[in-house]
């Protein structure tokens, strides 16, 4: 059974930077594509990035350039760097690992708040 565990939200002013790492528990990390989504409150949870087991990544258009998604398989690792942030990334940011529609895994969330 896969278990995520996502860390590094918190509390931070506009146009400061924050890393997210999520942890993957469980076999096969290497094959799965890993995403970060986020859910503001009274919003649906959207994608965010996405970087697939080959590395290839895609981002949202409002992240672009902004934030970074990266890989470390020896580590079980994915980290999402986020820069320039606004009080409009401020979300609950959720960790997913999908191989298959079978095998599809959410982590609990970490918040990221944005704010002066």
């Known amino acids: 059974q896969v278990q995520l565990v996502e860390s590094g939200g918190g509390l931070v002013q506009p146009g400061g930077s924050l890393r997210l790492s999520c942890v993957f528990s469980g076999s096969s990390f290497r094959f799965y594509t890993m995403s970060w989504y986020r859910q503001a409150p009274g919003k649906q949870r959207d994608m965010v990035a996405t970087?697939?087991?080959?590395?290839?990544?895609n981002y949202v258009n409002s992240v672009k350039g902004r934030f970074t998604l990266s890989r470390n398989n020896a580590r079980n690792t994915v980290y999402l760097q986020m820069n320039s942030l606004t009080p409009e990334d401020t979300a609950v940011y959720f960790c997913n690992a999908k191989y298959s529609v079978a095998m599809d895994y959410w982590g609990k969330g970490t918040l990221v708040t944005v704010s002066s």
């Open positions: 970087i697939a087991s080959g590395g290839t990544t």
